[in-house]
């Protein structure tokens, strides 16, 4: 296991991180996963061996069911607090009222509070806005991450599924009020599902921000067991649940990509995915979720699988996105004002 710096700062996080989603059974989250006390104990047990010190959780799974069966697995395992990196999120409703919902002062201290006493902590490691609240103006959201940090019940502040516009706005803020500035980019990206790479990746880039893949097999669609025009196995999760959206005429054919090269390795097709995401050097922690032990097993020996330079090239080939204005625009540009040899036209 390797680890690696989130974002500016000088935390480390393991390259793999657990994630939570499938600890619980509660409400719309059942047909995610339903493990209880025992499977997340072996969960937790079998990524600390592995070497993960990384835990991603929300307080909207399974109705906050997850953050109490985090707490109570880290209690039974006997879990050093410090060793770990735990992090959580806040946005999702919680309750039936209008103010149980979104990224307000009010909703997010109420939601920090609730969400350490079910961890059983005193702080979060990084505390994740789960997504847009358009209701709630940006200096609001960040004025009050930045009181909750100096509160000491969080270290960091990110974001999820966010775009890049008010990303970069949000950041301006933080920057022009001198106040905690989003460290990481929680984002859904798979080998078959790129997106992020138009306008997230270069933000991330110019910014410093940490990238944590979520659902890098695409909710069960690249391990291999489903293909085009047949149905997906009974008890498979993307039967059930079909999300994230994604292309699947263009996953269907990175599956198919995928086959040789798993094959070649002797490893599950599984694994080659996780490993693509792994190659790219703008990736800091890829997100795992689990509904097995045997998944969870497979999916952590992915740090062991290296791809050639003509194995990635031809799984960059096969999910490329397709060009799109004004993206084609700054490539074409860019190129017509530079040399044959690479130099700057006068």
């Not at 409400?27 to 990524?47: M, N, P």
């Not at 609730?114 to 960040?142: F, K, M």
């Not at 390795?265 to 995915?273: F, G, K, L, N, Y």
């Not at 020996?301 to 090239?313: F, G, M, R, Y």
């Amino acid at each position: 296991m390797k680890y690696r710096k989130l974002g500016r700062t000088g935390l480390y996080v393991s390259e793999l991180c657990l994630g939570t989603m499938t600890w619980g059974g509660k409400g719309f989250w059942a047909v995610i996963g339903d493990l209880g006390l025992d499977s997340v104990a072996g969960q937790l047990r079998a990524a600390f061996d592995a070497g993960v010190n990384f835990i991603d959780t929300a307080n909207v799974y399974h109705e906050g069911e997850s953050e109490r069966l985090l707490a109570a697995g880290l209690a039974k395992l006997g879990a050093n607090r410090q060793s770990l990196v735990l992090a959580t999120k806040a946005r999702g409703r919680m309750g039936p009222g209008p103010n149980d919902v979104g990224l307000s002062r009010k909703q997010l201290f109420w939601s920090i509070d609730e969400s350490l006493r079910r961890l059983g902590t005193d702080y979060v490691d990084l505390y994740q806005v789960h997504g847009v609240d358009s209701a709630t103006p940006l200096e609001e959201t960040v004025q009050a991450l930045a009181e909750i940090v100096r509160a000491g019940k969080v270290r960091y502040v990110g974001f999820c599924n966010m775009p890049a516009w008010q990303v970069m706005k949000a950041l301006a803020i933080a920057d022009r009020l001198g106040l905690p500035r989003y460290v990481s980019a929680q984002v859904f990206y798979t080998v078959a599902s790129r997106d992020i790479e138009r306008e997230l990746v270069p933000l991330a880039k110019e910014e410093g921000l940490g990238i944590l893949p979520w659902s890098p097999l695409a909710g069960g669609l690249l391990t291999g067991k489903f293909a085009a025009g047949e149905a997906g196995p009974a008890g498979a999760r993307r039967t059930n649940f079909d999300f994230p959206v994604v292309d699947k005429a263009r996953a269907f054919a990175v599956v198919e990509a995928m086959r040789p090269i798993a094959a070649a390795h002797e490893v599950s097709i599984a694994q080659i995915a996780l490993a693509w995401l792994l190659h790219q050097s703008h990736v800091t922690s890829v997100i795992l979720g689990a509904r097995t032990d045997a998944q969870l097993a497979d999916n952590l020996a992915s740090v062991k699988v290296s791809l050639t330079a003509d194995e990635l090239a031809a799984l960059d080939a096969v999910s490329a996105l397709p060009p799109e204005y004004p993206g084609w625009m700054v490539d074409w540009q860019n190129t017509r004002d530079r040399n044959g040899d690479g130099s700057t036209r006068s």
